[in-house]
């Protein structure tokens, strides 16, 4: 049996997954790569989850269209940084070079977006710490450790430890936004929950969080298009 999908152009694989817990169908669209996943009761026939999903197909595909198409990383292609969209060119030299015309990457153009992504991580550690830095000296705490990571479900963590994570990506982001999920990750160093009091405090390092918060919300998920 072929794998489920919605024939036309293009064609839309389906995920089906079955559930105990599941009473009815449900449909999830995931923002971050675009996977159609449909969790049905575990007794349902499969040719109605089919049939449910063809008569969501109109729904579906506004939904795809909405998200845009992935972006493999590469000379010729573009890649915000910052907030700002930059085009990727061919570059001189032994180091990438971030100018206000572009972005220029020496070396094999098969290699570009892997070289380019190792430049980024670094750039988006160096501001993470600085800015942690920045609001764990405003919080009067002190973190123990920085990582990141290319992380899907959140932005930044902080253990009980101590210990900072964050998203490279973030850095792809307006700087702004980068402050404030580092505020939000610092303020947890006094606060491990979600309580008046935690935002309280990310008020008091951060200042009005609300228009990054929102940003995040509304654009975060675009930053993983970008395929390095």
């Not at 105990?20 to 675009?34: C, M, P, V, Y």
């Not at 969501?56 to 972006?71: F, M, N, S, Y």
């Not at 307006?174 to 505020?183: I, M, N, R, W």
Request: net charge positive; glycine share 10%.
């Amino acid at each position: 049996m072929s794998d489920p999908h919605l024939p036309g152009d293009p064609p839309i694989p389906l995920i089906l997954r079955r559930s105990a817990r599941a009473r009815r169908i449900s449909l999830r669209i995931s923002q971050l790569d675009g996977r159609v996943t449909l969790t049905l009761p575990k007794r349902l026939a499969e040719r109605e989850a089919m049939d449910f999903a063809r008569s969501k197909e109109d729904w579906i595909r506004r939904h795809l269209d909405a998200r845009g198409d992935d972006v493999v990383v590469g000379i010729g292609s573009e890649l915000p940084l910052g907030g700002r969209m930059y085009p990727v060119r061919a570059g001189t030299g032994r180091r990438v070079e971030i100018m206000a015309d572009g972005i220029f990457v020496p070396g094999p153009p098969e290699r570009a977006g892997k070289r380019l992504c190792s430049h980024l991580k670094e750039i988006a550690r160096d501001r993470l710490a600085g800015a942690s830095d920045d609001y764990a000296a405003r919080l009067g705490r002190s973190y123990a450790r920085i990582s990141l990571r290319d992380t899907r479900s959140r932005w930044g963590s902080c253990t009980s430890d101590g210990g900072l994570m964050y998203s490279w990506r973030l850095i792809m982001a307006p700087p702004e936004v980068l402050d404030y999920v580092a505020a939000h990750e610092v303020a947890h160093l006094a606060e491990m929950n979600h309580s008046p009091a935690f935002w309280a405090g990310v008020t008091r390092i951060y200042g009005d969080y609300g228009p990054p918060r929102r940003w995040l919300r509304a654009h975060g998920s675009t930053l993983h298009r970008y395929k390095f």
